[in-house]
């Protein structure tokens, strides 16, 4: 069967794309750290405590836990962090939904999250792989970090490198030694995430090597570059969905 996009035929005359500037020499995006490197050195001690303190009181004491941060991770794809929260919190109560991907999906789509047929059957899946084995996502003190999160990309369909390393971050917020680079990130060194995906790898090893250089968690200081973004002190005014001793499950601040 003749596909109907297929059937478009370009009429313009091609030209050649042109990778030179005014003075003939090729011209590549390249990383710009300086912005960053900035970042690290305004960061202030106030900052780190407050946004530690958060995150030693959501540290994960459990599987289950674990495991509602990869189902925070998974509603955090292509939406914003709003609707990233109502997702989760739609799903947090998994034994509601396990094995049941009607009730899943259901529960997905009235919580606004969007993407509720990839959404549904990538959690669904993640879940029945989780729970059979649920050491095959932890850390290993024998591990690198970089390979330990590359191996899990290969095991979870649905979540790319950022995005694991999102879950990481939550999981192993004091020790993860990786870092979710997500658009803003890449803004932050001078580049589009959509056309320098290569370059993950460089600015993740420039962000750790720069974290550890300041003394700070990876995952802090990103947290705390977001929290700037955002206007807000700390991650309370997200995070506070994944702290099961909260007595208000709401999403308003």
Known sequence: MQLD??????????QQLNFLDDKNRVHIQKCDKRDVEKFFASITEDEIIDTSLVWEKLKC????EVFQKWLFAFCSVHTSYESNMRGYLAIKDFTEWFNRDDVLKQKLIKSGVGLYHNRTKFISQFATKFWQNPNLF???KNQKWSE???????????????KVSFALEM?????????CADTHLFQAYGLDQSKHLSEYQKIENH???????????SAI?????WNRKKGEKDCYYWAKVLDNQASDGSIKK
């Open 5 to 14: 996009f297929l059937t478009y035929t370009e009429t313009k005359e091609a």
């Open 138 to 140: 932890k850390f290993k």
């Open 221 to 225: 200081a990103r947290a705390i570059y």
């Open 148 to 162: 330990f999160r590359d191996g899990l990309v290969k095991e979870i369909l649905g979540l790319g490198l950022a």
């Open 171 to 179: 999981i192993y917020t004091f020790d993860a030694k990786v870092m």
């Open 207 to 217: 962000w750790i090597e720069f974290s550890s250089m300041y003394n700070v968690p």
């Open 61 to 64: 004491t459990n599987d289950m």
